[in-house]
């Protein structure tokens, strides 16, 4: 055999060997291979867990500061533009002269 051809043939037989190794290990995928830490770089861990609950934390808090925002400005064009309740006449019933008779009689006089 010649130099190249058994360089040749010693390199794959490393890569069989380490394809082997790897897949016995079960990390033949090398996004699945531990980290420093020892845990999976597929499974996130709960730092990065909290910090997405956070991140979606901050975007409702935002949403729900503009929905305040543009309900206060709503009330204030309300109130402004005079549709309020505040500063209108409440409607009077009229009482009849049977029904003051009545209230009289009972004993229920308001007036």
Known sequence: MDDEEEKKETEGKAAEESKANAAASGNAN??????AKGQ????????????????????????????????????AKRILGGKSTAGQSTETKEET???????VQSGDSDE
Do not use: Y
Request: proline share 6%; no cysteine.
């Open 30 to 35: 090398p996004e699945n291979r531990p980290d």
């Open 97 to 103: 002269n049977v029904e003051l008779a009545k209230r």
């Open 40 to 75: 999976d770089k597929k499974e996130p861990d709960s730092v990065d867990e909290a910090r997405e609950i956070l991140k979606g934390m901050k975007e409702q808090n935002d949403r729900a500061a503009a929905l305040l925002k543009e309900n206060k400005d709503f009330e």
